[in-house]
């Protein structure tokens, strides 16, 4: 087997080959670093920063030897991650000039889980600004090109680690969620992206842009290989209190768990379709995509029932309020005091004023004064608290509807990947998350797959479960990926 095959293998199959001495441990890395210099040729920009040989010493020097390297469920699987996880070897930037050449002095609880369970990381991947937008062209290292379409937003605010995966650097990547920030570029790049429920995965070492929303979440080419990878990040952290001590399922569905069985291998499983995500107004094609894959669901043994989320329209207000109003607190720390460059002043004043207004970008600025002003005297009660009343009202909403389904199915997005520079309108942008900012306002787990393509362009199809009800929402997503037998972005099938 080539190399370059390397890349081809689930990630569990290339660490199962890696510890059992098939494979070299490095043969998939160089692979993956050379496919990452061609998409860097082709402008695509999907990454900040190359440098795995520093993560190989960082990984030998803490556990003293190569033992968990060798040995671990993904040894010798590259990984890359969002440039606003932190690690000790390359720069954490968040996309953000007010960071240039920050590098942490401790990294991130999901960082180091991937780098235990024997994963190298080969790069940092690009991001808007503070994870601040919804097409990655709000990066202070400039926009980030979709490798289907290369006209096209890759979406965001993680299309950066999207891109990678689509373009078959990597089939692991990591990303985070604020309002919809993996899955809207999983759906954009026809790969995988998962938003676990909020606490399922530690925050510890993710710079917080709205800590009540944020998320880290996981892209993979297919359902399994971000199953794996989720089973290695999930879990109980000392370093994060809003992290939940509930075990963590297997979520790995082989074709004997989804195997028909007279019945269906999703028998017995309910599945609700939420009116609200198909309005009038929905692209049809994208509503014949998911009424297809509905049906496929429903051959597989499901049942589908239509179920009402009433308050669904009233999410992007909500979240254009509570979003900007804890990005504006979270922010503050960055003064030019203690963390990035800092802008030549005579006076502590000046020193604060400058380095911000020539560290944040537009989209950081516009949302720092939305939250600002949400906050202040006089308005808070107007707007934060009645947006913190409705988003309770929301929440209901998804906990009645699990009352009578297991699962609820939407389009991941309203319309497939847009041209770069077409929205120049911020509220036209916000709204490419109307389907995805509802479960980060719940909490709930959610996750986008590939369920067809509009004009070559991929189309995402969502499952939202209940409160740590990944197991189910994996099951669902493996028994319909298999059942659609769609071709991978990256070449060949879904494996």
Wanted: charged share 20%; proline share 7%.
């Amino acid at each position: 087997m080539s190399t370059l095959d390397l890349l081809d293998l689930p990630a569990a199959a290339l660490g199962a080959g890696v510890r059992t001495g098939a494979y070299a441990r490095d043969a998939a890395t160089e692979a993956s670093l050379a496919a990452a210099a061609r998409l860097e040729a082709a402008d695509v920009r999907a990454f900040v920063d190359l440098h795995p040989s520093a993560h190989a010493a960082t990984a030998a020097a803490r556990d003293g030897s190569h033992e968990k390297a060798r040995t671990g469920v993904l040894a010798g699987v590259p990984v890359a991650i969002k440039d606003n996880l932190a690690d000790l070897s390359l720069r954490t930037t968040c996309g953000s000039k007010i960071l240039a050449g920050y590098v942490s002095p401790y990294e991130a609880t999901a960082v180091a889980r991937l780098l235990d369970a024997g994963a190298v990381v080969v790069g940092k991947t690009n991001m808007d600004e503070f994870a601040m937008g919804s097409s990655t062209e709000h990066s202070a290292y400039g926009p980030t090109r979709n490798p289907i379409d290369p006209s096209r937003v890759p979406g965001g605010s993680s299309g950066g680690s999207a891109a990678a995966v689509a373009a078959g650097v990597v089939r692991i990547a990591l990303g985070s969620e604020t309002g919809g920030s993996v899955r809207q570029p999983a759906a954009f790049c026809g790969v995988v992206g998962v938003k676990p429920t909020y606490g399922r995965v530690s925050r510890y070492g993710l710079v917080a842009f709205a800590s009540s929303l944020d998320q880290v979440g996981v892209f993979g080419r297919t359902v399994d290989d971000a199953a794996v990878a989720l089973e290695v990040i999930a879990g109980r952290d000392p370093h994060d209190a809003t992290s939940a001590d509930i075990p963590v399922p297997s979520l790995q569905f082989g074709a004997d768990d989804v195997r028909p069985n007279g019945h269906g291998p999703l028998a017995g499983l309910k599945i609700g379709r939420p009116r609200e995500y198909f309005p009038d107004g929905l692209d049809p094609a994208i509503r014949a995509l998911a009424d297809a894959a509905l049906d496929r669901l429903r051959a597989l043994g499901a049942s589908v029932k239509d179920v009402s989320l009433p308050h669904t329209d009233l999410a992007i207000p909500v979240y254009y309020i509570l979003a900007p109003a804890e990005a504006s607190s979270n922010l503050a720390r960055f003064d030019g005091v203690r963390y990035g460059p800092r802008a030549a002043s005579d006076s502590l004043r000046a020193l604060y004023d400058r380095t911000r207004a020539e560290g944040f970008g537009p989209e950081v600025t516009r949302r720092i004064l939305l939250g600002t002003y949400a906050l202040s005297h006089g308005y808070y009660d107007a707007y934060y608290r009645k947006a913190q009343e409705v988003r309770g009202l929301i929440a209901a909403d998804f906990a009645d509807a699990f009352d009578g389904v297991d699962l609820l199915f939407t389009p991941t997005t309203p319309t497939p990947a847009f041209p770069l520079g077409s929205l120049s309108d911020p509220y036209e942008m916000y709204l490419s998350d109307i389907f995805t900012a509802t479960a980060n306002l719940a909490g709930v787990p959610a996750m986008s797959l590939p369920i067809g393509d509009v004009g070559g362009l991929p189309v995402g199809g969502q499952f939202m479960a209940p409160h740590f009800g990944e197991a189910t929402m994996f099951r669902a997503a493996a028994a319909l990926e298999r059942a659609l037998a769609l071709p991978s972005p990256a070449g060949g099938a879904r494996a």
